[in-house]
């Protein structure tokens, strides 16, 4: 299983980007247990941005992120999209997905993405 992660780049405070995160490998048998997006900023500590958990309608968004970021997913519940408003120089970091899979041959793992730079001007 691979998760596979585009849409970063650089904007202007108050623009937007979209981020997406497939995973691929998974087989035509298996579960997402959970799907997310953590953002790591210079300095800083990994911070949760969004998370599906399980088939759940609702994700979970980080504080500094809500009402402004909006996690969804498609139906097969394999890829992830986060919109991201609003942006501020404060969301600059590098954006990793990361998801909670089952699969009948290995079971559940966690797999992360390899990162994605988002970058906000002021």
């Known amino acids: 299983v691979q998760l596979q992660a585009c849409g970063g780049g650089l904007v202007q405070a108050r623009e937007s980007l979209r981020l997406s995160c497939a995973a691929t490998?998974?087989?035509?048998?298996?579960?997402?247990?959970?799907m997310s997006w953590y953002r790591q900023a210079p300095g800083e500590q990994r911070e949760l941005v969004a998370r599906?958990?399980?088939?759940?309608?609702?994700?979970n968004y980080g504080d500094s992120v809500k009402g402004r970021f909006t996690l969804s997913r498609d139906k097969a519940e394999s890829t992830v999209f986060l919109q991201m408003d609003s942006l501020v120089p404060g969301d600059t970091a590098i954006y990793y997905c990361?998801?909670?899979?089952?699969?009948?041959?290995?079971?559940?793992?966690?797999?992360w993405g390899q990162g994605t730079q988002v970058t906000v001007s002021s």
């Open positions: 490998g998974t087989g035509s048998f298996f579960r997402v247990n959970a």
């Open positions: 990361s998801a909670n899979i089952w699969t009948p041959a290995r079971g559940s793992i966690h797999y």
């Open positions: 599906f958990f399980g088939t759940s309608i609702r994700p």
